[in-house]
Structures are given as structure tokens and as C-alpha cells.
């Protein structure tokens, strides 16, 4: 299965009035910026059979934006275990259990995309490197037993997809 791993594209800042982590939503420019970073995983030729999203506002923004920007033919769900503080072994086993899709997309936050890459690949925290806002990474898992063993096949960051996609 391909699992791509996408950090929530750029939100109000916490001090922006919200009372509540959970409701901040995606700022204008994180929209135009996550709507670039999806034209560029389109001209990769990346397509998805579901995506999956944290509950919090701003990444279920975000996946609404990717699955749109790939053709909007990728239902997004909402996964808890997405969430900060959501276990990795629950999205392990979630993984396992919908073994029959080729590709998803999971939507997050740092560090929780950071430490579910090391998860995934079975390198732990021995792999750590930073999801800026909108950051995309491929990992290809054939097999989801305890402990996972995938591959990192690439990272992009978002300058990265802003050059890809002309803008």
C-alpha cells in the first residue's frame, strides 16, 4: 500500500482568539498554498482511494483540499487516532484492516507525522525529520504485522511542491 503522510497546511496562530486547539482553521494562504501542494501530487500522478484526517478543524480542512485538488474522488474520514495523543498501533491495525486500498492519505500533526514515519518504517525515533505545514512523505508498506517495516520512497516539503506545480 502507498500511505502518504500530510502535515495540516497553515493555520491561525493559537493566540488568535481560539479558546479551542481543535477549531483553528486553515489561514487563506494555507488554503492557496495546500491547493499547490495538491497540484503538484496531481502532476506526480498521485491518486488516492480514501483519505484520512485527524478530527481537528484544520486538517480535516486540509484533506478536504487534497482530495479535491486529486480529482475529489477520495472520500476523507475522519480517524481519531490521527489526532494528537491517537495511538499509532490503533492506525496500524486500522491500516491492516484495509489492506485492499493502494493508496491513502493520512492527515495530521507535528510531531505526530514526524514520529509515525519512524513508526511505519520500524526506525523509530532513529528517523525523525520535520513536517513543515503542508509537507508530504511516501512510504510503501507491504505488510502491516507488528512492528511495520515500510519504505520512505520521498519527502517533499512545500517549496519543493510550490516549484513543482509553477507557483
Not at 2 to 24: S, W
Request: hydrophobic share 45%; with cysteine.
Amino acid at each position: 500500500m502507498q500511505v502518504y503522510l500530510v502535515r495540516h497546511a497553515i493555520a491561525a496562530p493559537r493566540e488568535a482568539g481560539f479558546v479551542d486547539d481543535a477549531a483553528r482553521e486553515l489561514t487563506p494562504i494555507g488554503m492557496k498554498k495546500m491547493r499547490r501542494n495538491a497540484e503538484a501530487l496531481r502532476r506526480l500522478g498521485v491518486a488516492l482511494d480514501e483519505v484520512w484526517t485527524s478530527p481537528l478543524v484544520r486538517a480535516r480542512q486540509t484533506a478536504e483540499i487534497l482530495a479535491q485538488g486529486l480529482g475529489g474522488k477520495s472520500p476523507v474520514k475522519v480517524v481519531a487516532a490521527l489526532e494528537p495523543g491517537g495511538t499509532f498501533e490503533d492506525l496500524r491495525a486500522r491500516l491492516a484492516g484495509h489492506a485492499r486500498l493502494s493508496a491513502v492519505a493520512l492527515v495530521g500533526h507535528e510531531p505526530g507525522m514526524s514520529e509515525l514515519a519512524g513508526f511505519l518504517t520500524g526506525a523509530g525515533r532513529s528517523l525523525m525529520f520535520r513536517f513543515k505545514k503542508g509537507a508530504v512523505a511516501l512510504m510503501e508498506i507491504d505488510d502491516f504485522s507488528s512492528p511495520v517495516r515500510g519504505e520512505l520512497c520521498w519527502f517533499l516539503t512545500p517549496k519543493m511542491m510550490g516549484l513543482m506545480a509553477g507557483r
